[in-house]
């Protein structure tokens, strides 16, 4: 049994301060055997975790890409997808040879898919069943149900801005075969979610660090121009 969070993100988002050694001693620490780093619609940070990784620590490189409607985890990709309609979005994941994942596509606290459902369950390739992030577990629940009605793949993923969250969902894998090719197959027996959500002061924290990020920015941007009179 071989375990992945399969939603990182670093200080190469915005939202969060997570340097890469910080996640991958994180991840070593929770027992995990593989993450994805999965910025906002940046690959960066990829390099610079698996710099920092050892070697059985698995490093996807990943993207949680803005669609228009919720976010999708496009894993695999050399080049991150641009944000558009979810359709083009994981045509634009496949034509790659990459793995497109709803992320957390439920959640009515955040971004949320409430159209062209079925067919873009006939694209996808897995539902994240299981975000830490998600305040209301009937929203990973009704995840859940999605993935179930329509035979796809249940991931999980931390959707960690921080390292302490790291690991507090993850997905679970049996066999030996690499994890994209158990989902690009579409086996739904040997993967498995753990984890929880109703984490809510972690949000609070990610709104402190926006706002910091903000307000240091705006000084940094203050001073350039008063240096440059």
Do not use: W
Not at 13 to 26: D, F, I, R
Not at 55 to 68: A, M
Not at 119 to 126: C, Q, T
Not at 141 to 149: E, G, I, L, Y
């Amino acid at each position: 049994m071989r375990k992945y969070d399969l939603q990182v993100h670093t200080d190469a988002s915005p939202c969060s301060n997570a340097t890469p050694q910080a996640v991958v001693e994180a991840a070593v620490d929770r027992g995990l055997d593989g993450i994805a780093v999965t910025n906002h619609d940046t690959l960066a940070g990829v390099d610079a975790v698996r710099t920092a990784a050892p070697l059985e620590l698995t490093v996807i490189p990943g993207v949680e890409v803005t669609t228009s409607q919720g976010h999708l985890l496009a894993l695999g990709v050399e080049t991150p997808p641009a944000p558009d309609d979810p359709l083009s979005v994981i045509e634009h994941v496949h034509e790659q040879g990459g793995v497109a994942i709803l992320s957390h596509p439920f959640d009515r606290l955040r971004e949320e898919y409430t159209t062209d459902l079925d067919a873009i369950a006939d694209a996808v390739d897995a539902v994240e069943v299981s975000n830490s992030r998600c305040l209301l577990s009937r929203d990973n629940d009704r995840a859940q149900t999605f993935a179930q009605t329509h035979g796809l793949p249940a991931t999980g993923g931390s959707d960690a801005h921080f390292p302490m969250e790291i690991g507090r969902a993850h997905t679970v894998i049996d066999g030996n075969r690499p994890l994209l090719d158990v989902l690009r197959d579409g086996s739904t027996t040997a993967l498995s979610s753990r984890g929880h959500g109703g984490y809510v002061s972690g949000h609070i924290a990610t709104k402190l660090h926006q706002l910091r990020v903000s307000v240091d920015r705006t000084i940094g941007f203050a001073a350039h121009r008063e240096h440059e009179r």
